[in-house]
């Protein structure tokens, strides 16, 4: 197995399959409109908050609809691949053969705000989930201890953007309530 830091740039854009043979070693690798992203393994202050939100959101969503982590988003070119921290999709999908979610089939991404990478979230991320189509993209920042609720996505950006920091209700993909605060607390 070749680890793709140490391989050659491809002479075309950066593709999925250019990462099957990725190394199994903690770090995120993922594309954006072919090129390569790599994020270390997250602290675990972040991965507290994806368990609490999880739990929270598993405890509420139907049986029919999966709450999950590390579960891939592509565009179908291939030049487009995230591994959301959560993303909420039908359950039925589990047991397919896919390799990734298309981006329709993302009923909620949410991404935790790391320090070490934000541009990644706030900046990358956001363009690339409107651009493939998501429909409805959270960030979740722990310093601002908010969550930016993006929906109604296009190839420029999300139309609507919406800050929440204490109680949270909606009914997409399905009906939740969260306390904002106590996710942070």
């Known amino acids: 197995m070749t680890h793709p830091l140490l391989r050659p740039q491809p002479l075309r854009a950066w593709q999925f399959e250019d990462l099957l043979d990725s190394p199994d070693d903690g770090y995120r690798y993922e594309i954006f409109d072919g090129t390569l992203l790599v994020t270390p393994p997250p602290p675990l202050p972040h991965a507290n908050l994806v368990y609490r939100l999880r739990r929270s959101l598993e405890r509420q969503a139907p049986d029919t609809l999966a709450v999950c982590e590390n579960v891939g988003v592509l565009r179908g070119d291939g030049t487009s691949y995230f591994i959301p921290d959560l993303v909420v999709f039908d ?34 991320k956001r363009a690339g989930y409107a651009m493939v189509g998501v429909a409805e993209y959270w960030i979740v920042d722990p310093r601002a201890r908010e969550i ?7 190839p420029t950006g999300y139309l609507v953007e919406e800050k929440r920091t204490g109680a949270m209700s909606g009914s997409i993909p399905f009906v939740y309530q969260l306390d904002v605060a106590e996710l942070f607390s």
Do not use: F, M, Q, Y
């Open 148 to 154: 930016l609720v993006l929906t109604e996505p296009r």
């Open 91 to 124: 359950a039925d999908l589990l047991g397919t053969s896919l390799p990734a979610l298309s981006p329709a089939a993302a009923k909620l991404v949410i991404e935790i705000v790391s320090p070490s990478n934000s541009s990644n979230d706030v900046v990358v």
